[in-house]
């Protein structure tokens, strides 16, 4: 089974930044985009940031463009999410999937269920 484990995230002031790192057991992630997920209490998770299996194209919602960069180490299976310029509403748990891009919007893998413990981040205002 695969394990996928994100971590990185933290308190951070609004205008401050982080670096959220994913990692998966086995080379899973090695076939597929992968994308970076959040949801905040309350609310449905809502993909941020995908990147390509080749890790040359990256595809971002309209809320975080500009702020967040999404890259791959497809050597050592990492996925990373560089973001800048933090807002509050940015606070959420946050995970990463395999996943797709559908009309526009990034949706994880239907067959894919080991989703990580996720990594909390939170911005104060």
């Known amino acids: 089974q695969v394990q996928v484990v994100e971590s990185g995230g933290g308190l951070v002031q609004a205008g401050g930044s982080l670096r959220l790192s994913c990692t998966a057991s086995?080379?899973?992630?090695?076939?597929?985009?992968v994308a970076w997920f959040r949801q905040a209490p309350g609310q449905e998770r809502d993909g941020v940031a995908c990147?390509?299996?080749?890790?040359?194209?990256?595809w971002y919602a309209d809320s975080v463009k500009g702020r967040f960069t999404i890259s791959r180490d497809s050597a050592n299976n990492t996925v990373y999410l560089q973001m800048n310029s933090l807002k509050p509403e940015d606070t959420a748990m946050y995970y990463c999937?395999?996943?797709?891009?559908?009309?526009?919007?990034?949706?994880?893998?239907?067959?894919?269920?080991?989703w990580g413990q996720g990594t909390q981040v939170t911005v104060s205002s």
């Open positions: 990147v390509s299996w080749s890790g040359d194209t990256a």
């Open positions: 999937a395999p996943a797709s891009v559908v009309a526009g919007l990034i949706v994880p893998l239907r067959e894919f269920t080991s």
């Open positions: 086995r080379s899973v992630f090695d076939a597929y985009a």
